[in-house]
């Protein structure tokens, strides 16, 4: 039996993301193996975060190791949260009184050809969920729009078995946390293989992210999805970043930051930052077309 | 032909590239057959580029018809003021990205047997 601990502290930074991929690649050898993940010494962790712990269980389940996670109870005297986004009763651990709050959007995980239980999981998390934050209609439609071409781009790109999930509101902040993980194909791989070009990994990111590339080379049109979660996160002061192999990208108050990793995760992050308080004019294009000779 | 997206795809969010190719197919079988459709998004309360690019960006695919054929036969009604600049979006898109293809498989094919 092989026991990891997760580090301290867990947050949305290259730091962090470097923490949970290294995790990965310590356990990559391990197949049919008993795995205790311990949360003995975490005393931070964000949230929404969880997807990308799910995802690398999931990898370790993939190669028939059985997973179990321990020492909840330690980070239960710090804080609830993960008990509350249903992470932790996602492994058979539960707990009574708990601090009562409905600003998670509980960690789920869903299968690639179930987009109709995606469609049901946004309207009752985030759109009849009476707690979260006032804002105005036209930028809740671009929200909901952006994490739904987030999770198609990864459903559809991916070729995966799960998407998984999780998010977080901060009701006196306005803002909306959201992570997308998917455990298929990476963008770095996928964009190499379409370029055939060697390149940094964040410089594959970097590329799929401009409005116009796609790797698709079907009957559909691609190239739209990312470019303009781009263009709204950067209207919106939000933050995206971005995790593919070894590859980090990052879109914060309109700056890019692009980093190669020490570690790779098999699949793709997405983490997404929404500020609720913005009420800049989300135009995405100059002019609304004539619809009589829109072709 | 009237089409009303919402019947079709039982939800009103029209978001998946699932669901837009169900509507492509119907525009398809309706073309091939020289049905002009009515195509009814009232109801549809959130859209992607994902599902409008399989539904109506995969129309230009092949050349299969052009922009006087889907202006003349394809009417597009009650779409939410939000969504409208989508259109034009994956219209314009659409048509760069078959005119790329095309372009890449003219130079594969120059590239493999030569251009003469």
Same mark, same amino acid.
């Given at each position: 039996m092989k026991i990891v601990y997760i580090p301290s502290k867990i947050t949305s930074d290259v730091n962090g993301y470097e923490l949970l991929l290294r995790l990965q690649s310590d356990l990559s050898?391990?197949?049919g193996e008993d795995i205790h993940i311990s949360f003995? #010494? +975490?005393?931070?962790?964000?949230? #929404?975060? +969880?997807a990308i712990l799910g995802a690398i269980i999931e990898d370790l389940e993939n190669r028939h190791n059985r997973v179990k996670i321990i020492d909840a109870e330690y980070f239960r005297l710090k804080n609830d949260i993960l008990f509350r986004n249903g992470f932790f009763p996602q492994y058979g651990i539960t707990s009574s009184s708990l601090f009562s709050s409905s600003t998670q959007i509980p960690y789920m995980k869903f299968k690639e050809h179930e987009p109709q239980l995606y469609n049901d999981y946004i309207q009752s998390e985030l759109l009849d969920n009476k707690d979260f934050p006032r804002h105005s209609e036209k930028l809740g439609g671009e929200i909901k729009r952006n994490i739904f071409e987030l999770f198609e781009n990864a459903r559809t790109h991916g070729k995966c078995k799960h998407i998984h999930t999780c998010g977080q509101f901060y009701p006196t902040r306005k803002k909306l946390h959201i992570t997308i993980v998917d455990t298929g194909q990476t963008i770095v791989n996928n964009v190499k293989d379409f370029l055939k070009k060697d390149m940094k990994s964040s410089e594959y990111i970097d590329w799929a992210m401009e409005t116009g590339n796609t790797t698709k080379v079907g009957n559909i049109p691609g190239g739209l999805g990312l470019g303009l979660i781009f263009e709204f996160i950067n209207l919106n002061k939000g933050k995206i970043q971005v995790v593919s192999s070894n590859g980090y990208w990052e879109l914060r108050e309109g700056k890019i930051s692009k980093h190669d990793l020490n570690f790779s995760f098999r699949g793709t992050i997405a983490n997404l930052e929404f500020d609720l308080t913005e009420n800049n004019h989300y135009s995405l294009a100059d002019e609304v077309p004539q619809f009589d000779i829109i072709f | 032909m009237q089409l009303r997206i919402i019947d079709i795809i039982k939800t009103n969010f029209a978001v998946t590239t699932d669901d837009g190719d169900r509507i492509f197919d119907l525009l398809d079988q309706n073309f091939s057959k020289k049905n002009p459709v009515i195509l009814d998004f009232e109801g549809i309360t959130l859209m992607t580029t994902a599902f409008l690019n399989s539904s109506i960006g995969q129309l230009y695919s092949n050349n299969k018809y052009s922009s006087e054929f889907l202006n003349s036969n394809l009417k597009i009604v009650n779409v939410q003021e939000q969504d409208r600049s989508l259109f034009a979006i994956v219209v314009k898109r659409a048509k760069e990205y078959f005119a790329d293809r095309q372009g890449f498989e003219r130079n594969t094919s120059d590239s493999i047997y030569g251009s003469d």
């Amino acid at each position: 039996m092989k026991i990891v601990y997760i580090p301290s502290k867990i947050t949305s930074d290259v730091n962090g993301y470097e923490l949970l991929l290294r995790l990965q690649s310590d356990l990559s050898h391990f197949i049919g193996e008993d795995i205790h993940i311990s949360f003995k #010494n +975490v005393y931070w962790f964000e949230a #929404n975060l +969880v997807a990308i712990l799910g995802a690398i269980i999931e990898d370790l389940e993939n190669r028939h190791n059985r997973v179990k996670i321990i020492d909840a109870e330690y980070f239960r005297l710090k804080n609830d949260i993960l008990f509350r986004n249903g992470f932790f009763p996602q492994y058979g651990i539960t707990s009574s009184s708990l601090f009562s709050s409905s600003t998670q959007i509980p960690y789920m995980k869903f299968k690639e050809h179930e987009p109709q239980l995606y469609n049901d999981y946004i309207q009752s998390e985030l759109l009849d969920n009476k707690d979260f934050p006032r804002h105005s209609e036209k930028l809740g439609g671009e929200i909901k729009r952006n994490i739904f071409e987030l999770f198609e781009n990864a459903r559809t790109h991916g070729k995966c078995k799960h998407i998984h999930t999780c998010g977080q509101f901060y009701p006196t902040r306005k803002k909306l946390h959201i992570t997308i993980v998917d455990t298929g194909q990476t963008i770095v791989n996928n964009v190499k293989d379409f370029l055939k070009k060697d390149m940094k990994s964040s410089e594959y990111i970097d590329w799929a992210m401009e409005t116009g590339n796609t790797t698709k080379v079907g009957n559909i049109p691609g190239g739209l999805g990312l470019g303009l979660i781009f263009e709204f996160i950067n209207l919106n002061k939000g933050k995206i970043q971005v995790v593919s192999s070894n590859g980090y990208w990052e879109l914060r108050e309109g700056k890019i930051s692009k980093h190669d990793l020490n570690f790779s995760f098999r699949g793709t992050i997405a983490n997404l930052e929404f500020d609720l308080t913005e009420n800049n004019h989300y135009s995405l294009a100059d002019e609304v077309p004539q619809f009589d000779i829109i072709f | 032909m009237q089409l009303r997206i919402i019947d079709i795809i039982k939800t009103n969010f029209a978001v998946t590239t699932d669901d837009g190719d169900r509507i492509f197919d119907l525009l398809d079988q309706n073309f091939s057959k020289k049905n002009p459709v009515i195509l009814d998004f009232e109801g549809i309360t959130l859209m992607t580029t994902a599902f409008l690019n399989s539904s109506i960006g995969q129309l230009y695919s092949n050349n299969k018809y052009s922009s006087e054929f889907l202006n003349s036969n394809l009417k597009i009604v009650n779409v939410q003021e939000q969504d409208r600049s989508l259109f034009a979006i994956v219209v314009k898109r659409a048509k760069e990205y078959f005119a790329d293809r095309q372009g890449f498989e003219r130079n594969t094919s120059d590239s493999i047997y030569g251009s003469d």
